[in-house]
């Protein structure tokens, strides 16, 4: 199994930036679907972003798209989520979660490993 950290969230201003990180310790990091997902108080679990393997290939949802960059490290056993132009409504706790399976994966059902998350605050 792989154990995730996640860490880089605070309380920003709208239209400011803010880069979490995932850590990653465990089986190969490299082996692993990544993908950031987020809860804002009261709503359900929404995917935001996702990674595959060797990082070439990545997936945003539509409400980040444009404003949010994913990458990921391997040799690091990290990923990264870059939060540009942030947004009020971007207010949530941010999960990095590991997945073995391949393809397109959005589902928070179809991700198996998650960390503890994230505090990211936004002020209008």
């Known amino acids: 199994q792989v154990q995730l950290v996640e860490s880089g969230g605070g309380l920003v201003e709208a239209g400011d930036s803010l880069r979490l990180s995932c850590a990653a310790s465990?089986?190969?990091?490299?082996?692993?679907?990544i993908a950031w997902f987020r809860q804002a108080p009261g709503k359900e679990r929404e995917f935001v972003a996702r990674i595959d393997r060797s990082g070439s290939i990545t997936y945003y949802s539509d409400s980040v798209r444009g404003r949010f960059t994913m990458s990921r490290d391997n040799a690091k056993n990290k990923a990264y989520l870059l939060m540009n132009s942030l947004k009020f409504e971007d207010t949530a706790v941010y999960y990095c979660?590991?997945?073995?399976?391949?393809?397109?994966?959005?589902?928070?059902?179809?991700?198996?490993?998650w960390g503890q998350g994230t505090q990211v605050t936004v002020s209008s």
């Open positions: 465990g089986r190969t990091f490299s082996g692993y679907l």
């Open positions: 979660a590991a997945s073995s399976w391949y393809g397109s994966r959005v589902a928070a059902h179809e991700y198996t490993y």
